[in-house]
């Protein structure tokens, strides 16, 4: 049964029932804060005085990242300013007054930016094809243009830490890459810093309070461009082996911040040509004839993460 409820459930629970809803949300929020919190410091993402874009889609993930965001803003030892930001790129039958109404009841600041790259995508991208690529370009070209306007600095985007354990495996699986998504880099343009401040969240919990704060939740799916279907699998993968063996997400995310550039294979990274002996141990080197023993790792990111 989940413990975060809709308002009619919450109202027919018994005291009890009630009062357990209420403690399983706070410590729900209080994790997300918590999350949050750490992912800034780890990364120092933001920074005194920063104007931040909230890049806003209406989908689950980044009003979770604007409501999370406002309470640390009310916290934070620092001052920065919060930009909310949506793209309204003209697809038929996107609910436009959503939006606006939403973040006017917040009181934040808000700027909605109106540009029909749907009749675009649509004259250059053959029937049947997916229209994903040319729609992310021109995206990100209108965003950076509204970040310049606005004077931000910083643009958050809603990423969690099941999208980027997808996207490590996207790479590895399909691109030949191990490549994730970082929780901090520059813009592609080398204008902007682009931080995720959702990166230790996990999936399930954005969605248990998405349903608790009863966010209006705009489809994502009114462009009618086809699913990304590599990225459906690799989801479906990850989700059955979480139920099979509960924790390897958590597992799994803390290897992508514990790499060994000397047990791979990039020469790039390690200079495998100049290995010369030392006849000193060293705990990193080869055990070439020892089995392979895989304890559960205590590191930070993976304490972060536990519930």
Not at 227 to 241: E, K, S
Not at 276 to 293: L, M, P, R, Y
Request: a neutral charge.
């Amino acid at each position: 049964m989940s413990a975060v409820w809709g308002e009619e459930e919450a109202v027919a629970a018994s005291p009890d029932k009630q009062a357990k809803i209420e403690r399983e949300t706070h410590k729900l929020e209080k994790r997300l804060c918590r999350q949050m919190g750490q992912a800034i410091v780890d990364y120092n993402m933001i920074e005194e005085g920063d104007r931040v874009m909230v890049c806003m889609s209406g989908g689950k993930d980044s009003y979770g990242m604007l409501d999370i965001l406002l309470k640390m803003q009310q916290r934070a030892p620092i001052n920065f300013e919060i930009v909310a930001v949506n793209l309204d790129q003209k697809q038929p039958g996107f609910p436009d007054h959503i939006l606006p109404e939403y973040l006017k009841s917040l009181g934040v600041e808000f700027h909605i930016e109106t540009q029909d790259t749907y009749s675009i995508v649509k004259r250059n991208i053959p029937e049947g094809k997916t229209m994903c690529s040319l729609c992310s370009r021109l995206r990100r070209g209108i965003l950076y243009s509204v970040a310049r306007r606005l004077k931000c600095n910083k643009l958050a985007l809603g990423h969690h830490r099941d999208d980027m354990l997808q996207t490590f495996f996207l790479n590895m699986f399909f691109g030949g890459k191990v490549k994730g998504m970082p929780p901090k880099l520059t813009s592609d343009n080398g204008e902007f810093i682009v931080i995720r401040p959702l990166a230790y969240v996990a999936e399930k919990d954005l969605i248990r309070w998405a349903a608790h704060r009863q966010f209006p939740i705009i489809p994502c799916s009114l462009c009618g461009s086809q699913t990304n279907l590599q990225r459906v699998q690799i989801g479906n993968m990850l989700r059955d082996w979480e139920k099979q063996y509960p924790g390897r997400a958590e597992t799994m995310f803390t290897a992508l911040q514990n790499v060994v550039p000397s047990h791979l294979m990039d020469a790039k990274l390690f200079d495998f040509k100049g290995i010369q002996t030392t006849g000193v141990e060293d705990e990193d080197g080869d055990k070439a004839f020892d089995a392979e023993e895989f304890p559960v790792p205590s590191l930070p990111g993976l304490q972060v993460l536990q519930t």
